[in-house]
T-cell receptor, first 112, second 113 residues
Framework: GEDVEQSLFLSVREGDSSVINCTYTDSSSTYLYWYKQEPGAGLQLLTYIFSNMDMKQDQRLTVLLNKKDKHLSLRIADTQTGDSAIYFCAETDPRGYSTLTFGKGTMLLVSP | KAGVTQTPRYLIKTRGQQVTLSCSPISGHRSVSWYQQTPGQGLQFLFEYFSETQRNKGNFPGRFSGRQFSNSRSEMNVSTLELGDSALYLC????????????FGEGSRLTVL
């Protein structure tokens, strides 16, 4: 079955770059996603990448996909205290594009 | 453009009761999917609806059901509530459910006492 793994916690200083890593198992995944969740809130779509891409950049966010190793990473440049949140990696499920399998989330703590 | 709207945001029920949660997708979106988020199990897929038809279903008991109306609004229902049903229920919408962007609402937080 599908499984998405993430490290649970990352702590960085304001202004540094943050790199959140994720591994997935379903080689047929078509889309891979990064979502952000702040306390008491829903999931905010940050970015997604199609599986035939290696990299996607969107302002401070860079997504790297290594399909051979089934490894996905999210780099946040110039991390701010407002970036403190839980970040979820997700892959599409063979059952359908709206059926996502999520990792447990990485809590990012940014200190001043 | 309004986002995904879920109501109610918070509710408290007791064991054995039933609950209905509502989700209004982004205007023009026809696919609505539901997820349950708990501290122990994380985010788990419940079901997806497209054009009033259930297209996919997760591994949840039959007490969990849903439907979608002709205006794409969706409801999910949980009958005979158990303590373990306490969770944040998230709704997501996409244009067709076939590719790309999937937008989530703020969720409905259910507490079962």
């Amino acid at each position: 079955g599908e499984d998405v793994e993430q490290s649970l916690f990352l702590s960085v200083r304001e202004g540094d770059s943050s790199v959140i890593n994720c591994t997935y198992t379903d080689s047929s995944s078509t889309y891979l996603y990064w979502y952000k969740q702040e306390p008491g809130a829903g999931l905010q779509l940050l970015t997604y990448i199609f599986s035939n891409m290696d990299m996607k950049q969107d302002q401070r966010l860079t997504v790297l996909l290594n399909k051979k190793d089934k490894h996905l990473s999210l780099r946040i440049a110039d991390t701010q205290t407002g970036d403190s949140a839980i970040y979820f990696c997700a892959e599409t499920d063979p059952r359908g594009y709206s059926t996502l399998t999520f990792g447990k989330g990485t809590m990012l703590l940014v200190s001043p | 453009k309004a986002g995904v709207t879920q109501t109610p945001r918070y509710l408290i029920k007791t064991r054995g009761q039933q609950v209905t949660l509502s989700c209004s997708p982004i205007s023009g979106h026809r696919s609505v999917s539901w997820y349950q988020q708990t501290p122990g199990q994380g985010l788990q897929f419940l079901f997806e609806y497209f054009s009033e038809t259930q297209r996919n279903k997760g591994n949840f008991p039959g007490r969990f059901s849903g439907r979608q109306f002709s205006n794409s609004r969706s409801e999910m229902n949980v009958s005979t509530l158990e303590l373990g049903d306490s969770a944040l229920y998230l709704c997501a919408s996409s244009l067709t459910g076939e590719a790309g962007e999937l937008f989530f609402g703020e969720g409905s937080r259910l507490t079962v006492l």
